[in-house]
Each structure stands twice: as structure tokens, then as C-alpha cells.
């Protein structure tokens, strides 16, 4: 069982940056892949990035390409998103997740956190 929770969302004009971060507690974060998703109002949950356990792997959906960054400390068991460069169209709810298989498919992820609002105005 792997505990998510996430921190870091807020409010923000356009073009500002902010740092997501994921803690995980119950089980090291090591032995998973973790991703990153977002839900906006009234749309599915997509996915944004992931990150291989080790850190070795990284895939970006193309919304997120050349603006946000996926990283880990699994010595800190947590997972950053850093996000810059950001638009009205990020506002979303942000969650990560963890799983055992390298995807961006988001019924392969098991554990999610609760997620974390972001939202940038205009």
C-alpha cells in the first residue's frame, strides 16, 4: 500500500511557475513508476508526465513539452513536478500516481493521491 500526497498547487497569473510535489509514505517510492496527471472541470483525467523508478526514463504529453519538468528523490520519497511558462488552459487538478508498469495509461496506475488545485489566470 503506497500513501500519496501531494502539495505545492495554487493560484498564479500566466506565465508564473510552480513546483508540484508528491510524498509517499507505506512503501519506498523506488520500486514504482510515477506519473503525473490532470483533471479540469468537466474533462477526463489526462496524463501529463511520468518518470521511470530510477529516474532514467521521462515522457511528457505534448501540453506539457519544453514547459514542465518531472524529477525524484527516491531518498526523500517524493516526486516534483516542476511546472513553468504556465497558461489558463494548466488549471486542472493535479495528482500523481504510482505504478508497476512504465505507461501513460491511467487505468495501469493503482495508487493516487488526492490531488492539488492549480489554477492560472489571465
Known amino acids: 500500500q503506497v500513501q500519496l500526497v501531494e502539495s505545492g498547487g495554487g493560484l498564479v497569473q500566466a506565465g508564473a511557475s510552480l513546483r508540484l510535489s508528491c510524498k509517499a509514505s507505506?512503501?519506498?517510492?523506488?520500486?514504482?513508476?510515477m506519473g503525473w496527471f490532470r483533471q479540469a472541470p468537466g474533462k477526463e483525467r489526462e496524463f501529463v508526465a511520468g518518470?521511470?523508478?530510477?529516474?532514467?526514463?521521462?515522457v511528457y504529453a505534448d501540453s506539457a513539452k519544453g514547459r514542465f519538468t518531472i524529477s525524484r528523490a527516491n531518498a526523500e520519497n517524493t516526486v516534483y513536478l516542476q511546472m513553468n511558462s504556465l497558461k489558463p488552459e494548466d488549471t486542472a487538478v493535479y495528482y500523481c500516481?504510482?505504478?508497476?508498469?512504465?505507461?501513460?495509461?491511467?487505468?495501469?496506475?493503482?495508487?493516487w493521491g488526492q490531488g492539488t488545485q492549480v489554477t492560472v489566470s489571465s
Open positions: 500516481a504510482a505504478s508497476n508498469l512504465w505507461t501513460m495509461r491511467r487505468d495501469a496506475y493503482t495508487w
Open positions: 507505506g512503501r519506498t517510492l523506488s520500486s514504482y513508476h
Open positions: 518518470i521511470t523508478f530510477n529516474g532514467g526514463g521521462k
